[in-house]
């Protein structure tokens, strides 16, 4: 599939395709980074050319970022293209990622605040958020210098809240091209973000709508992001047509669900490693129940909820006892953050007393395992019956796309209204409020007791939608939006 009309792109994301460290020769190896956004971008950076732009975020990279001005071409995963990576400094850094973009854009943008205590800003937001502007003003630059030297116009493609600001910075240097901006979390309905401090709620709308289009994950969000501009001083939202007019421009509001490589999911799932590894599972587990979750180590994923509605099946269905297990495997994420580390400190302890209090001699309700192991989840990802994916809120969810591609025992897939995943897989899903513990627990209760035909029929649907959209068309359809919105 051709992803676009012959531009090259100019891709730029907070966290890049790939990390660098250090190999056992001494070398700074690149490591491809696992995702829809990672796979559809670089395949269409093959096709049309064109450059990517991204932070430095570990030690190897900015090391790599150190060497011939942080620009040079990446031979990864079988795919070849130039990456420039910036390094803004620990102190910037620090502000731009980990202050404003994920305690407080993140937080917001999935309702994460206890708003009765927290947040409380303050100076230190203030000084905060010039990290912020500064980063992003870093991007700015070097998306106008790689613009101009490619000779030819890119479509210019920003990523996330990381970069909220970098659209009108970008146009405001004049670079040519079309921009878009395209989000990946949920955006927050217009009361919630008025949470935020009038300069940031203004300067990430303001900052987004510099480009010609701003493309979210699903419906709810994109319409979040136009009542949001009704109250923008200037902006006028037309919420039918999803277009807002501003300084003189119709900016696009579109909604492009990401979906996954499955062909590539399939041929990691058959390697021998993770075989193995699902074979051990499987002698394992024996005759016993699987109910799976595997996320990042993230507030918004609402394990403890899970954990809860699972702790409620086994009291109210003792029947299930000794003959389910419960396997949540999580991956580290964001430890530089407070809230995160307690959070995981939390679930820890959360799943150690369900454990304690209903544990029998042969059998551990609940197996939590903290580490990234991608492998791991897709061994599991083989052999669950019920498969959790119960966010508070989420821009998409690919776990509820990858886990039916996978998975070859017709699991049934419980999952979160407020996923963006929903609009797509609610039909063959079992539809929970994510913060109805009960209500959790009886879904668990409907996916472990529900007849094979039926799960059958369910799982049909799952595959056929997950696989129905590869990511290269997600790219596809933003481009000729894009190429739309600039014509009018
Ligand atoms: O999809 C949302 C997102 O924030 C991406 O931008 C990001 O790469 C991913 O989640 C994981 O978060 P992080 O890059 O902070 O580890």
Same mark, same amino acid.
């Given at each position: 599939?051709?992803?676009?009309?012959?531009?090259?792109?100019?891709?730029?994301?907070?966290?890049?395709?790939?990390?660098?460290?250090?190999?056992?020769?001494?070398?700074?190896?690149?490591?491809?980074?696992?995702?829809?956004?990672?796979?559809?971008?670089?395949?269409?950076?093959?096709?049309?050319?064109?450059?990517?732009?991204?932070?430095?975020?570990? @030690?190897?990279?900015?090391?790599?970022?150190? /060497?011939?001005?942080?620009?040079?071409?990446?031979?990864?995963?079988?795919?070849?293209?130039?990456?420039?990576?910036?390094?803004?400094?620990?102190?910037?850094?620090?502000?731009?990622?980990?202050?404003?973009?994920?305690?407080?854009?993140?937080?917001?943008?999935?309702?994460?605040?206890?708003?009765?205590?927290?947040?409380?800003?303050?100076?230190?937001?203030?000084?905060?958020?010039?990290?912020?502007?500064?980063?992003?003003?870093?991007? +700015?630059?070097?998306?106008?210098?790689? +613009?101009?030297?490619?000779?030819?116009?890119?479509?210019?493609?920003?990523?996330?809240? $990381?970069?909220?600001?970098?659209?009108?910075?970008?146009?405001?240097?004049?670079?040519?091209?079309?921009?878009?901006?395209?989000?990946?979390?949920?955006?927050?309905?217009?009361?919630?973000?008025?949470?935020?401090?009038?300069?940031?709620?203004?300067?990430?709308?303001?900052?987004?709508?510099?480009?010609?289009?701003?493309?979210?994950?699903? +419906?709810?969000?994109?319409?979040?992001?136009?009542?949001?501009?009704?109250?923008?001083?200037?902006?006028?939202?037309?919420? @039918?047509?999803?277009?807002?007019?501003?300084?003189?421009?119709?900016?696009?509001?579109?909604?492009?669900?990401?979906?996954?490589? +499955?062909?590539?999911?399939?041929?990691?799932?058959?390697?021998?490693?993770?075989?193995?590894?699902?074979?051990?599972?499987?002698?394992?587990?024996?005759?016993?129940?699987?109910?799976?979750?595997?996320?990042?180590?993230?507030?918004?994923?609402?394990?403890?909820?899970?954990?809860?509605?699972?702790?409620?099946?086994?009291?109210?269905?003792?029947?299930?006892?000794?003959?389910?297990?419960?396997?949540? $495997?999580?991956?580290?994420?964001?430890?530089?953050?407070?809230?995160?580390?307690?959070?995981?400190?939390?679930?820890?302890?959360?799943?150690?007393?369900?454990?304690?209090?209903?544990? /029998?001699?042969?059998?551990?309700?609940?197996?939590?395992?903290?580490?990234?192991?991608?492998?791991?989840?897709?061994?599991?990802?083989?052999?669950?019956?019920?498969?959790?994916?119960?966010?508070?809120?989420?821009?998409?969810?690919?776990?509820?796309?990858?886990?039916?591609?996978?998975?070859?025992?017709?699991?049934?897939?419980?999952?979160?209204?407020?996923?963006?995943? $929903?609009?797509?897989?609610?039909?063959?899903?079992?539809?929970?409020?994510?913060?109805?513990?009960?209500?959790?627990?009886?879904?668990?209760?409907?996916?472990?007791?529900?007849?094979?035909?039926?799960?059958?029929?369910?799982?049909?649907?799952?595959?056929?939608?997950?696989?129905?959209?590869?990511?290269?068309?997600?790219?596809?359809?933003?481009?000729?939006?894009?190429?739309?919105?600039?014509?009018?």
């Amino acid at each position: 599939v051709s992803p676009g009309p012959g531009r090259p792109i100019l891709v730029a994301s907070n966290r890049g395709p790939v990390t660098f460290s250090r190999s056992e020769d001494g070398s700074l190896a690149p490591r491809r980074g696992a995702g829809g956004l990672v796979t559809a971008l670089t395949s269409a950076l093959q096709v049309t050319g064109g450059r990517w732009v991204a932070s430095a975020m570990s @030690e190897g990279d900015r090391e790599r970022a150190a /060497e011939s001005g942080g620009r040079f071409e990446v031979d990864a995963g079988g795919a070849r293209y130039d990456l420039r990576l910036l390094d803004p400094g620990a102190d910037v850094f620090d502000a731009y990622y980990n202050r404003i973009s994920n305690r407080i854009l993140w937080f917001c943008h999935h309702y994460l605040w206890d708003v009765p205590r927290y947040p409380r800003f303050g100076a230190d937001t203030a000084a905060a958020w010039d990290g912020y502007r500064a980063v992003n003003a870093l991007f +700015a630059e070097a998306l106008a210098e790689e +613009a101009e030297s490619l000779g030819t116009a890119p479509a210019i493609l920003v990523q996330d809240y $990381h970069l909220c600001l970098v659209p009108a910075l970008v146009r405001g240097r004049g670079a040519a091209g079309p921009i878009a901006h395209f989000s990946h979390s949920p955006f927050a309905g217009p009361d919630y973000l008025r949470v935020l401090p009038d300069e940031i709620r203004t300067g990430i709308l303001e900052g987004m709508l510099g480009a010609d289009l701003v493309g979210f994950q699903a +419906a709810a969000w994109a319409d979040n992001f136009l009542a949001a501009c009704g109250s923008l001083p200037g902006a006028e939202p037309d919420r @039918e047509r999803r277009t807002v007019r501003w300084q003189g421009r119709n900016v696009r509001v579109g909604v492009f669900p990401i979906s996954i490589d +499955a062909d590539a999911l399939r041929r990691e799932t058959a390697a021998p490693e993770v075989a193995a590894r699902r074979e051990a599972l499987a002698t394992s587990l024996g005759e016993m129940r699987l109910i799976l979750r595997a996320d990042r180590m993230e507030l918004s994923k609402n394990v403890i909820r899970g954990f809860l509605a699972y702790e409620r099946l086994l009291l109210d269905t003792p029947e299930w006892r000794g003959r389910v297990r419960f396997l949540a $495997h999580l991956y580290p994420s964001r430890a530089d953050i407070p809230e995160y580390r307690a959070y995981a400190q939390d679930c820890e302890r959360e799943a150690e007393r369900i454990n304690a209090a209903l544990r /029998e001699p042969e059998w551990e309700p609940i197996t939590l395992s903290v580490k990234d192991d991608f492998q791991e989840a897709l061994s599991a990802y083989g052999r669950y019956d019920v498969l959790l994916v119960n966010p508070v809120f989420d821009g998409m969810n690919l776990v509820a796309k990858e886990g039916p591609v996978v998975n070859d025992r017709d699991g049934v897939l419980v999952l979160s209204r407020n996923a963006g995943a $929903h609009d797509e897989l609610a039909a063959h899903a079992l539809v929970v409020n994510p913060f109805d513990v009960g209500e959790t627990a009886e879904a668990l209760h409907s996916a472990l007791s529900m007849p094979a035909d039926e799960r059958a029929r369910r799982a049909k649907g799952l595959r056929e939608v997950a696989t129905a959209n590869p990511p290269v068309e997600w790219v596809r359809r933003q481009l000729e939006d894009l190429e739309e919105a600039i014509a009018r």
